[in-house]
DNA sequence: CTCCTGTATT
DNA sequence: AATACCGGAG
């Protein structure tokens, strides 16, 4: 639900999906118009009702699998969503990578020559900043910390623990 | 207008 | 690399 889609967005219907839809198997049998009605505000709703009911129907015997390959193989299942299951859902010592990380990291490793990287080696990034125990409160905190002072536009960097060794920071135009 | 805890397709 | 999917918030 939360791809391309802002938390608050996803909070306000959560609740009533998790009431429809409490297990996989709720998500099997689920009525393709009433399931979208319900999930239309995050927007993207053709896929994520598709992808629900096939994720519903292929996993209604066993629940999801915590296997890596069989994860991948359900729709709508990419690299962000994969880790996201396994350290969330599971937790697996894994690294996320998203829009938010990658705008967090690119502040503060600005000008501090690891500030060059593809996409690819965002996520060989990740891997390498994660801590060696409690990658769940790591990733929740990096999420936290991206949505409420590392933010788009405005960041609150007086108000930011890094701001000290931070590049964003320190480059900034004015003091 | 751009962006959001992206993915699949071209 | 670019685009479609999509509503809602800034």
Redesign the pocket.
Known sequence: M????????VH?IYQEFIEEYPTVEALAEADREELIEII?????????ADAFIEIGERTADGGLPEDEDLLSDL????????N?TLC?GFGEERP?M???VE?IYSRVFQNSGVDEF??GDFWELAECMLPEREARQYN?GL?DF??SICT??SPSCDECFASEYCGYYQNRDDG
């Open positions: 939360l791809k391309q889609t802002r938390s608050p967005t306000r239309q505000p995050l927007g993207l709703y053709n896929y994520r729709p709508q299942v990419g690299p962000y969503v994969l996201a969330f996320i998203d829009t938010n705008r593809d996409e929740l999420l991206g949505y788009h536009s």
